[in-house]
């Protein structure tokens, strides 16, 4: 196969990737400011709509579930946000790699483009394997600051959280 369309289609293939990623982060923030605000409103208007114990039960069990759905649909938008940096960064050193080297032809064997599906819901797409086995180098290296944006992420819920319930009992 020929280099240029080799470098050509892991471009491609890496340009798609780290939009994706972006997608993710995006709609995980967003999904943290929708959350907030409902959590404001509840706390701020909280005790005037519980004059009764009951409703006061019913409000933080609801409050409490829809808590649940949101840091779940934010945590897999943060694992799919993860994956997808993997395969972008993968792509963008086998670019350096194929960047770097002098040959014109590659042959089949070294990049064979048989597929495989991630099988990670959102992220379930057929990807050729030796991006995924490049991408899987990339787990076991960095990701701290990362991490420390979605750890942000939950502890700004959990604050919210705590503050509306608060503003429905005290």
Known sequence: MKKADLLHYVESVGGK?????????????????????????????????????????????WLINVSAAFFLFIYNQNRNKV?????????LQLQAI???????????????????????????????????????????KGGIPGRLIDFSKYSVMVLSLLLAILGIWH
Request: net charge neutral; hydrophobic share 40%; with cysteine.
């Open 83 to 91: 994956m997808a940096s993997y395969l972008a960064s993968a792509c």
């Open 17 to 61: 990737y780290d939009d994706y990623h972006g997608r993710k982060e995006s709609s995980a923030w967003l999904a943290v400011v929708l959350y907030v605000t409902m959590t404001i409103q509840v706390a701020i208007n909280g005790k005037s709509l519980t004059h009764f114990l009951l409703i006061r039960f019913l409000i933080t069990s």
């Open 98 to 140: 194929l960047l770097a080297d002098e040959r014109e032809e590659i042959p089949k064997e070294e990049y064979p483009l048989s597929l495989k599906v991630t099988g990670k819901r959102q992220l379930d797409h057929c990807i050729p394997e030796f991006l995924l086995a490049r991408s899987s180098d990339f787990r076991r």
